[in-house]
Protein backbone atom coordinates (compact mmCIF):
# COMPACT_ATOMS: atom_id res chain seq x y z
CA UNK A 1 0.00 0.00 0.00
CA UNK A 2 1.20 3.86 -0.83
CA UNK A 3 2.13 6.26 1.89
CA UNK A 4 -0.64 8.39 0.55
CA UNK A 5 -3.32 5.54 1.12
CA UNK A 6 -2.49 4.88 4.69
CA UNK A 7 -3.13 7.31 7.68
CA UNK A 8 -0.66 9.77 8.21
CA UNK A 9 1.69 9.72 10.88
CA UNK A 10 0.73 12.92 13.45
CA UNK A 11 4.10 12.95 16.04
CA UNK A 12 2.88 14.45 19.55
CA UNK A 13 5.82 15.60 21.78
CA UNK A 14 5.03 16.55 24.94
CA UNK A 15 7.39 17.01 28.13
CA UNK A 16 4.54 18.69 30.52
CA UNK A 17 2.33 15.50 30.92
CA UNK A 18 0.51 16.23 34.24
CA UNK A 19 -2.13 18.27 35.14
CA UNK A 20 -4.49 20.23 32.91
CA UNK A 21 -1.67 19.82 28.99
CA UNK A 22 -2.06 16.11 30.55
CA UNK A 23 -5.85 15.85 29.84
CA UNK A 24 -5.47 18.12 27.09
CA UNK A 25 -2.88 15.67 25.20
CA UNK A 26 -5.33 12.43 26.04
CA UNK A 27 -8.28 14.15 25.04
CA UNK A 28 -6.72 15.44 21.39
CA UNK A 29 -4.96 11.92 21.19
CA UNK A 30 -8.24 9.86 21.51
CA UNK A 31 -10.06 12.27 18.88
CA UNK A 32 -7.20 12.24 16.69
CA UNK A 33 -6.40 8.51 16.40
CA UNK A 34 -9.42 7.87 14.64
CA UNK A 35 -7.85 10.26 11.44
CA UNK A 36 -3.82 9.82 11.69
CA UNK A 37 -1.79 6.72 12.89
CA UNK A 38 -1.07 8.69 16.37
CA UNK A 39 2.34 8.78 18.47
CA UNK A 40 2.68 10.64 21.68
CA UNK A 41 6.39 11.64 22.79
CA UNK A 42 6.31 12.61 26.59
CA UNK A 43 8.09 13.57 29.60
CA UNK A 44 7.00 12.00 33.24
CA UNK A 45 5.75 14.60 35.81
CA UNK A 46 5.23 13.52 39.56
CA UNK A 47 1.72 14.58 38.82
CA UNK A 48 1.62 12.35 35.97
CA UNK A 49 -1.09 9.28 36.93
CA UNK A 50 0.36 6.02 38.19
CA UNK A 51 -1.95 4.28 35.30
CA UNK A 52 -1.30 6.94 32.53
CA UNK A 53 -1.29 4.62 29.74
CA UNK A 54 -5.05 3.26 30.45
CA UNK A 55 -6.06 6.85 29.59
CA UNK A 56 -4.96 6.48 25.84
CA UNK A 57 -6.52 5.02 22.80
CA UNK A 58 -4.97 1.53 22.84
CA UNK A 59 -4.01 2.61 18.97
CA UNK A 60 -2.06 5.52 20.31
CA UNK A 61 1.75 4.57 20.44
CA UNK A 62 3.35 5.72 23.80
CA UNK A 63 7.05 6.68 23.35
CA UNK A 64 8.92 7.86 26.38
CA UNK A 65 11.76 10.27 26.47
CA UNK A 66 13.78 9.66 29.30
CA UNK A 67 15.63 12.39 29.16
CA UNK A 68 12.66 15.35 29.70
CA UNK A 69 13.03 17.47 32.88
CA UNK A 70 10.70 20.56 33.70
CA UNK A 71 13.48 22.73 34.45
CA UNK A 72 16.42 23.56 32.30
CA UNK A 73 19.45 21.22 32.66
CA UNK A 74 21.69 21.39 30.26
CA UNK A 75 22.96 17.20 30.11
CA UNK A 76 19.41 15.85 30.21
CA UNK A 77 18.58 18.73 28.03
CA UNK A 78 20.93 18.19 25.46
CA UNK A 79 20.06 13.96 25.50
CA UNK A 80 16.67 15.39 25.68
CA UNK A 81 17.16 16.87 22.30
CA UNK A 82 19.09 13.79 20.89
CA UNK A 83 16.34 11.32 22.08
CA UNK A 84 13.60 13.33 20.35
CA UNK A 85 15.90 13.67 16.98
CA UNK A 86 16.13 9.95 16.94
CA UNK A 87 12.00 9.52 17.87
CA UNK A 88 11.35 11.47 14.80
CA UNK A 89 13.78 9.25 12.29
CA UNK A 90 12.09 6.37 13.63
CA UNK A 91 8.06 7.62 13.69
CA UNK A 92 8.81 9.15 10.35
CA UNK A 93 6.11 11.66 10.93
CA UNK A 94 3.83 13.56 8.33
CA UNK A 95 3.51 16.47 11.06
CA UNK A 96 4.55 16.85 14.39
CA UNK A 97 3.22 18.75 17.21
CA UNK A 98 5.35 20.39 20.22
CA UNK A 99 3.27 21.15 23.18
CA UNK A 100 4.65 23.72 26.45
CA UNK A 101 7.76 25.23 26.69
CA UNK A 102 10.64 22.59 26.94
CA UNK A 103 9.20 20.68 24.06
CA UNK A 104 8.87 23.68 22.05
CA UNK A 105 12.28 24.95 22.95
CA UNK A 106 14.11 21.81 21.48
CA UNK A 107 11.72 20.59 19.02
CA UNK A 108 12.13 23.36 17.19
CA UNK A 109 16.00 23.24 17.14
CA UNK A 110 15.88 19.26 16.64
CA UNK A 111 13.32 19.76 13.36
CA UNK A 112 13.61 22.20 10.89
CA UNK A 113 9.59 22.05 9.63
CA UNK A 114 10.93 22.37 5.94
CA UNK A 115 9.33 18.64 4.80
CA UNK A 116 7.32 18.12 7.40
CA UNK A 117 4.90 20.52 9.09
CA UNK A 118 5.81 21.48 12.67
CA UNK A 119 3.33 23.08 14.83
CA UNK A 120 3.97 24.14 18.57
CA UNK A 121 1.30 25.27 21.24
CA UNK A 122 2.70 27.21 24.70
CA UNK A 123 -0.07 26.16 27.00
CA UNK A 124 0.89 29.06 28.61
CA UNK A 125 4.32 31.05 27.24
CA UNK A 126 7.26 30.77 30.10
CA UNK A 127 7.80 34.50 29.99
CA UNK A 128 4.48 35.43 30.91
CA UNK A 129 5.08 34.29 34.76
CA UNK A 130 4.81 36.54 37.61
CA UNK A 131 6.46 34.45 40.16
CA UNK A 132 10.21 34.75 39.09
CA UNK A 133 12.51 37.59 38.14
CA UNK A 134 12.35 40.54 35.36
CA UNK A 135 15.61 39.18 34.17
CA UNK A 136 14.57 35.66 34.09
CA UNK A 137 11.16 36.46 32.26
CA UNK A 138 13.28 38.20 29.46
CA UNK A 139 15.89 35.69 29.41
CA UNK A 140 12.48 32.87 28.71
CA UNK A 141 11.19 35.64 26.41
CA UNK A 142 14.65 35.55 24.47
CA UNK A 143 14.60 32.05 23.71
CA UNK A 144 11.28 31.86 22.52
CA UNK A 145 11.91 34.71 19.94
CA UNK A 146 14.91 32.63 18.82
CA UNK A 147 12.91 29.39 18.44
CA UNK A 148 10.30 31.32 16.80
CA UNK A 149 12.60 31.89 14.16
CA UNK A 150 12.28 28.77 13.17
CA UNK A 151 9.75 27.11 10.17
CA UNK A 152 7.15 26.42 12.77
CA UNK A 153 3.46 27.22 13.10
CA UNK A 154 2.36 28.65 16.58
CA UNK A 155 -0.86 27.05 17.46
CA UNK A 156 -2.41 28.68 19.90
CA UNK A 157 -5.17 27.45 22.71
CA UNK A 158 -6.41 31.03 23.88
CA UNK A 159 -6.80 33.96 22.31
CA UNK A 160 -4.59 35.95 24.81
CA UNK A 161 -1.92 33.75 23.83
CA UNK A 162 -2.36 34.54 20.20
CA UNK A 163 -2.32 37.71 20.58
CA UNK A 164 1.55 37.45 22.55
CA UNK A 165 2.40 34.69 19.65
CA UNK A 166 2.16 36.95 16.36
CA UNK A 167 4.27 39.37 18.37
CA UNK A 168 6.80 36.57 18.02
CA UNK A 169 6.40 35.33 14.74
CA UNK A 170 4.46 35.32 11.10
CA UNK A 171 3.62 31.75 11.22
CA UNK A 172 0.61 31.94 13.96
CA UNK A 173 -2.86 30.28 14.26
CA UNK A 174 -5.22 30.29 17.09
CA UNK A 175 -7.64 27.16 17.86
CA UNK A 176 -9.73 27.66 21.42
CA UNK A 177 -8.61 24.38 23.80
CA UNK A 178 -11.73 22.13 24.45
CA UNK A 179 -13.02 19.15 26.55
CA UNK A 180 -14.93 16.02 25.71
CA UNK A 181 -18.75 17.07 27.00
CA UNK A 182 -19.33 13.00 26.34
CA UNK A 183 -16.82 11.64 28.62
CA UNK A 184 -17.54 14.16 31.46
CA UNK A 185 -21.13 12.97 31.16
CA UNK A 186 -20.21 9.58 31.62
CA UNK A 187 -17.38 10.41 34.50
CA UNK A 188 -20.84 12.10 36.43
CA UNK A 189 -23.90 9.80 35.18
CA UNK A 190 -23.97 8.34 38.52
CA UNK A 191 -23.52 11.08 40.89
CA UNK A 192 -26.61 12.77 43.05
CA UNK A 193 -26.61 16.30 44.28
CA UNK A 194 -26.93 14.98 47.87
CA UNK A 195 -26.62 17.77 51.00
CA UNK A 196 -22.99 19.66 51.55
CA UNK A 197 -21.61 22.68 53.37
CA UNK A 198 -21.41 25.35 50.93
CA UNK A 199 -18.03 24.52 49.05
CA UNK A 200 -15.48 26.72 47.02
CA UNK A 201 -12.79 24.24 44.72
CA UNK A 202 -10.12 24.29 42.78
CA UNK A 203 -8.48 21.90 41.05
CA UNK A 204 -4.39 21.89 40.03
CA UNK A 205 -1.38 21.62 41.15
CA UNK A 206 -0.68 23.73 44.37
CA UNK A 207 2.47 25.92 42.53
CA UNK A 208 3.60 29.18 41.43
CA UNK A 209 1.29 29.11 38.86
CA UNK A 210 -1.54 28.82 40.68
CA UNK A 211 -1.30 31.04 43.32
CA UNK A 212 -1.72 29.46 46.43
CA UNK A 213 -1.19 32.53 48.57
CA UNK A 214 -4.61 34.09 47.05
CA UNK A 215 -6.56 31.14 47.51
CA UNK A 216 -4.97 31.08 51.31
CA UNK A 217 -6.09 34.72 52.06
CA UNK A 218 -9.84 34.33 50.02
CA UNK A 219 -10.51 31.32 52.48
CA UNK A 220 -9.06 33.79 55.78
CA UNK A 221 -11.63 35.89 54.75
CA UNK A 222 -14.56 33.95 54.71
CA UNK A 223 -14.08 31.35 57.93
CA UNK A 224 -17.27 29.99 57.49
CA UNK A 225 -16.97 28.55 54.13
CA UNK A 226 -15.41 25.38 52.99
CA UNK A 227 -12.83 25.59 51.00
CA UNK A 228 -11.46 22.76 48.94
CA UNK A 229 -8.11 22.19 46.82
CA UNK A 230 -7.97 19.01 44.48
CA UNK A 231 -4.46 18.36 44.11
CA UNK A 232 -1.14 18.69 45.43
CA UNK A 233 2.67 20.78 45.01
CA UNK A 234 5.11 21.33 46.59
CA UNK A 235 3.94 24.88 48.08
CA UNK A 236 0.74 22.83 49.49
CA UNK A 237 2.47 24.34 53.13
CA UNK A 238 0.79 27.71 51.84
CA UNK A 239 -2.48 26.38 52.01
CA UNK A 240 -2.79 26.39 55.90
CA UNK A 241 -6.43 28.47 56.77
CA UNK A 242 -8.08 25.99 58.79
CA UNK A 243 -10.94 26.06 56.36
CA UNK A 244 -8.98 24.37 53.85
CA UNK A 245 -8.88 21.17 52.76
CA UNK A 246 -5.81 19.44 50.00
CA UNK A 247 -6.73 16.02 48.61
CA UNK A 248 -3.73 15.33 47.39
CA UNK A 249 -3.66 13.63 43.84
CA UNK A 250 -6.58 12.24 42.93
CA UNK A 251 -7.05 10.24 39.48
CA UNK A 252 -8.78 12.55 36.89
CA UNK A 253 -12.06 10.59 37.80
CA UNK A 254 -12.19 10.85 41.12
CA UNK A 255 -11.13 14.24 40.89
CA UNK A 256 -14.43 15.29 39.00
CA UNK A 257 -16.55 13.48 40.94
CA UNK A 258 -15.38 15.31 44.06
CA UNK A 259 -15.35 18.93 42.43
CA UNK A 260 -19.21 17.82 41.65
CA UNK A 261 -20.47 17.79 44.79
CA UNK A 262 -18.94 21.52 45.70
CA UNK A 263 -20.96 24.69 44.69
CA UNK A 264 -18.40 27.39 43.22
CA UNK A 265 -15.04 27.20 41.20
CA UNK A 266 -12.05 29.68 41.75
CA UNK A 267 -8.98 29.88 39.63
CA UNK A 268 -6.45 32.05 41.34
CA UNK A 269 -3.83 31.83 38.85
CA UNK A 270 -1.20 34.40 37.68
CA UNK A 271 -1.18 32.99 33.98
CA UNK A 272 -2.72 30.25 32.35
CA UNK A 273 -2.92 28.58 28.99
CA UNK A 274 -6.25 28.03 28.62
CA UNK A 275 -7.38 26.07 31.61
CA UNK A 276 -8.89 22.61 30.87
CA UNK A 277 -10.36 22.59 34.91
CA UNK A 278 -12.13 25.94 34.20
CA UNK A 279 -13.56 24.48 30.98
CA UNK A 280 -14.63 21.10 33.45
CA UNK A 281 -16.26 23.69 35.65
CA UNK A 282 -17.96 25.08 33.44
CA UNK A 283 -19.45 21.65 32.17
CA UNK A 284 -20.30 21.14 35.36
CA UNK A 285 -22.34 24.48 35.88
CA UNK A 286 -20.02 25.61 38.62
CA UNK A 287 -20.23 29.13 39.08
CA UNK A 288 -16.71 30.11 37.84
CA UNK A 289 -14.51 32.88 39.36
CA UNK A 290 -11.43 33.78 38.46
CA UNK A 291 -8.02 35.97 38.38
CA UNK A 292 -7.43 38.49 35.26
CA UNK A 293 -4.68 36.73 33.62
CA UNK A 294 -4.19 35.64 29.93
CA UNK A 295 -6.61 32.33 29.13
CA UNK A 296 -8.95 32.97 32.04
CA UNK A 297 -10.27 36.52 31.03
CA UNK A 298 -10.30 34.86 27.32
CA UNK A 299 -13.20 32.14 28.93
CA UNK A 300 -14.89 34.45 31.41
CA UNK A 301 -16.35 37.49 30.62
CA UNK A 302 -17.09 39.64 33.67
CA UNK A 303 -20.65 39.37 34.99
CA UNK A 304 -21.89 37.18 31.84
CA UNK A 305 -20.21 33.65 32.10
CA UNK A 306 -18.33 34.18 35.31
CA UNK A 307 -16.96 37.42 36.99
CA UNK A 308 -12.98 37.85 36.89
CA UNK A 309 -11.40 39.23 39.79
CA UNK A 310 -8.39 41.58 40.90
CA UNK A 311 -8.41 41.55 44.77
CA UNK A 312 -9.49 39.16 47.36
CA UNK A 313 -12.41 41.20 48.05
CA UNK A 314 -13.39 41.19 44.51
CA UNK A 315 -13.35 36.91 45.08
CA UNK A 316 -15.51 37.42 48.53
CA UNK A 317 -18.14 39.54 46.46
CA UNK A 318 -18.65 37.13 43.74
CA UNK A 319 -18.84 34.18 46.40
CA UNK A 320 -21.40 35.84 48.44
CA UNK A 321 -23.51 36.31 45.31
CA UNK A 322 -23.29 32.28 44.78
CA UNK A 323 -24.14 32.07 48.24
CA UNK A 324 -27.16 34.24 48.04
CA UNK A 325 -28.37 31.74 45.37
CA UNK A 326 -27.19 34.26 42.29
CA UNK A 327 -25.30 33.23 39.57
CA UNK A 328 -27.68 30.82 37.43
CA UNK A 329 -27.77 32.83 34.19
CA UNK A 330 -23.75 32.79 33.91
CA UNK A 331 -23.33 29.21 34.55
CA UNK A 332 -26.28 28.27 32.07
CA UNK A 333 -24.07 31.08 29.28
CA UNK A 334 -21.00 29.01 30.25
CA UNK A 335 -22.43 25.53 29.95
CA UNK A 336 -23.62 26.70 26.56
CA UNK A 337 -20.65 27.80 25.53
CA UNK A 338 -18.58 24.55 26.59
CA UNK A 339 -21.39 22.60 24.34
CA UNK A 340 -20.73 25.30 21.25
CA UNK A 341 -17.19 26.25 21.24
CA UNK A 342 -14.84 24.55 23.85
CA UNK A 343 -15.39 20.59 22.95
CA UNK A 344 -12.72 18.74 21.93
CA UNK A 345 -14.70 17.14 18.37
CA UNK A 346 -14.43 20.84 17.26
CA UNK A 347 -11.06 21.28 18.62
CA UNK A 348 -9.38 18.34 16.55
CA UNK A 349 -11.56 19.16 13.25
CA UNK A 350 -9.97 22.27 13.71
CA UNK A 351 -6.61 20.85 14.10
CA UNK A 352 -6.93 18.29 11.82
CA UNK A 353 -7.65 20.97 8.55
CA UNK A 354 -4.24 23.12 9.69
CA UNK A 355 -2.70 20.10 9.80
CA UNK A 356 -3.82 18.99 6.48
CA UNK A 357 -3.18 22.73 5.02
CA UNK A 358 -0.02 23.00 5.58
CA UNK A 359 1.06 19.42 4.69
CA UNK A 360 -0.36 20.50 1.30
CA UNK A 361 1.42 23.84 1.58
CA UNK A 362 4.92 21.74 2.00
CA UNK A 363 4.42 19.31 -0.49
CA UNK A 364 2.98 21.40 -2.86
CA UNK A 365 6.98 23.16 -2.86
CA UNK A 366 9.23 20.06 -2.87
CA UNK A 367 7.05 18.28 -5.40
CA UNK A 368 7.04 21.09 -7.67
CA UNK A 369 9.45 20.52 -10.69
CA UNK A 370 10.51 24.39 -10.50
Known amino acids: MSRTSKKKKLLYIVESMGGGVFTYIVSMANELVRTYDLYV ?28 KRQIDPVQDVKAFWEIRRIGKIVEPDVIHLHSSKAGALGRLAFNGKRVPLFYTPHGYSFLMNNCSRIKRLFYREIEALCARRRCVTLSCSAGEHQESVKL ?30 TVFTLGRIDEQKNPDLFNKIAKSMPDVQFLWIGD ?122 YETYWNKIHRIYSSPF
Not at 46 to 67: C, D, G, M
Not at 174 to 196: A, F, R, T, Y
Not at 300 to 327: K, Q
Open 169 to 198: TKWGEQVDSGIDPENLKQILSSEKNIPHPF
Open 233 to 354: GHLREHLNAPNIQVTGWMEHREALQRGFHADVFILTSLWEGLPIALLEAMYMKKLCIVSNSIGNRDVIHHGENGFVCNSVNDYVIAINLARNGEGAEQTERAYSEILNHYNIKSMAEQYASL
Open 41 to 68: AYGLRPETPANYESYFHPAVHLIRVKSF
